[in-house]
């Protein structure tokens, strides 16, 4: 079946302009996880959704930085006003079983 | 101390060899583990569970020991596709609404030589 699919794929933005980055997820998926890995390191926890809780937005960095599920489905991760710093890949992931997660391949956003 | 350990390697094994790869975790309270693999430049992908008795799929057997707190992977009859970077992930279910804290590990980088 379709996995986790995230678009852009790829991004290239200039400092200071605003982009979205979007996770459809497995369908029926009750939670949603946004990580961002920069190049050669671990991946480091954004924020996650469960089901209607409210999401445990511990990981992001700044303000700069939210996310959004909208109907239990379909996530956009926002960041404003980019940094250089906010270069990364960033990868949703999804999960219906108690336990595993299945990623999608990533947004790679390079911030000139 | 870091949620969950694991040294980043590289560990450079000819073809063939056995390699080992260990993960500490400092909360007791972690409930279930994964090792997730990740190929350069692609998404984590899910290799294996680890089940409290340990399991085996084909070269690779997963090991849990809850009372020094780490999960092992060992991988026999190494293969050059093999090369990967693999991550250990420890998940805590907070409450029965399903809500889990999952922490990755920064993986263990194995090259595998010919």
């Known amino acids: 079946g379709a996995g986790v699919s995230q678009s852009p794929s790829n991004k290239v933005t200039e400092k200071g302009k605003d982009v979205e980055l979007r996770c459809d997820p497995i369908?029926?998926?009750?939670?949603l996880y946004w990580y961002r890995q920069s190049l050669g390191q671990g991946l480091e926890f954004l924020i996650y959704?469960?089901?209607?809780?409210?999401?445990?937005k511990s990981g992001l960095p700044s303000d700069r930085f939210s996310a959004e599920r909208t109907g239990g489905s379909v996530s956009t991760l926002t960041i404003q006003r980019t940094q250089q710093e906010d270069s990364a890949v960033y990868l949703c992931?999804?999960?219906?079983?108690?336990?595993?997660?299945?990623f999608g391949p990533g947004t790679r956003l390079t911030v000139l | 101390r870091k949620e969950v350990e694991q040294d980043p390697g590289p560990f450079n094994v000819p073809e063939g060899a056995t390699v080992a790869f260990n993960c500490t975790y400092s909360?007791?309270?972690?409930?279930?583990f994964f090792w997730y693999r990740q190929d350069c430049r692609k998404e984590p992908k899910l290799l294996m569970s680890v089940y409290s008795s340990g399991n085996e799929d084909g070269r690779f057997t997963a090991q849990l020991n809850r009372a020094s707190q780490y999960i092992s992977l060992l991988i026999r009859d190494s293969k050059l596709s093999d090369s990967a970077t693999y991550l250990c992930?420890?998940?805590?279910?907070?409450?029965?609404?399903?809500?889990?804290?999952?922490?990755f590990g920064t993986g263990t980088k194995l090259q595998v030589i010919p």
């Open positions: 369908s029926g998926h009750t939670a």
């Open positions: 992930v420890v998940n805590i279910l907070r409450n029965s609404g399903g809500y889990q804290k999952v922490t």
């Open positions: 959704f469960q089901g209607n809780s409210a999401p445990d």
């Open positions: 909360n007791s309270a972690s409930q279930s």
């Open positions: 992931a999804s999960r219906q079983d108690p336990d595993t997660q299945y």
